[in-house]
Structure formats: structure tokens, C-alpha cells
Nanobody, 124 residues
Framework: QVQLVESGGGLVQAGASLRLSCAFS????????MGWFRQAPGKEREFVAAIRWSGGYTSYADSVKGRFTISRDNAKNTVNLQMNSLKPEDTAVYYC?????????????????WGQGIQVTVSS
């Protein structure tokens, strides 16, 4: 059973940076593509970023492109989300997710495993 544990959230001012990390355990990390999603109060969960098992391909939501960077370390079984130039609209609970690398697509329904979520709050 895959387990995902996020860390690194918190409260920051607009324009600041945060780095989220997700620790993966329970299976072979390189067999999984990884993604980050977020959910703001009263809104549906939305895609933020994804990275293929090899790290050779990434995808981003338009709202974060150029500000956020997803990366992974297959030796340490971790995936990170570097968030720069944060805006109040980035405030949400952020979730790490994993899907088998044989499954295509980046919508939430493609992901089998989810972390518990971590709060990111950006004040104006």
C-alpha cells in the first residue's frame, strides 16, 4: 500500500516562496507518476502540477506556470513543489498524489493514492 506524507506548508505573505515535499513509501517509487493538486474552500480540487516517473516530463496548470516547479528524487522517494511569487489565490490545501506510470492523463480520477493534504495560506 502506497503512503504519501506532505510537509512544508504554512502561512506566508504574497510574493514569498514555499517548498512542499511529499514522502512516498510502500511501493517502488519509480513505478509511479506523481502529481500535486489543491483545493480551496468552497471549490473543487484542481490540478496543479505533475511529473512522470523518470522526471523527464512535467505539466502545470496555467495558473501556476512560471511560478511553480515540480521535481522528484527517485533515490529519496520524494516529490517536491517549489512555489515562488505566491499569491493570495494560491491559498488552499495541497495534496500529493500517485498513479501507476502506465496510466495516461493527469486528472484527479487517474490517481490511486493521496496524501492527507497540507495547508498553504498566502496573505495579501
Amino acid at each position: 500500500q502506497v503512503q504519501l506524507v506532505e510537509s512544508g506548508g504554512g502561512l506566508v505573505q504574497a510574493g514569498a516562496s514555499l517548498r512542499l515535499s511529499c514522502a512516498f513509501s510502500g511501493r517502488t517509487f519509480s513505478m509511479y507518476d506523481m502529481g500535486w493538486f489543491r483545493q480551496a474552500p468552497g471549490k473543487e480540487r484542481e490540478f496543479v502540477a505533475a511529473i512522470r516517473w523518470s522526471g523527464g516530463y512535467t505539466s502545470y496548470a496555467d495558473s501556476v506556470k512560471g511560478r511553480f516547479t515540480i521535481s522528484r528524487d527517485n533515490a529519496k522517494n520524494t516529490v517536491n513543489l517549489q512555489m515562488n511569487s505566491l499569491k493570495p489565490e494560491d491559498t488552499a490545501v495541497y495534496y500529493c498524489a500517485a498513479k501507476p506510470n502506465t496510466r495516461t492523463g493527469y486528472s484527479a480520477r487517474m490517481y490511486d493514492y493521496w496524501g492527507q493534504g497540507i495547508q498553504v495560506t498566502v496573505s495579501s
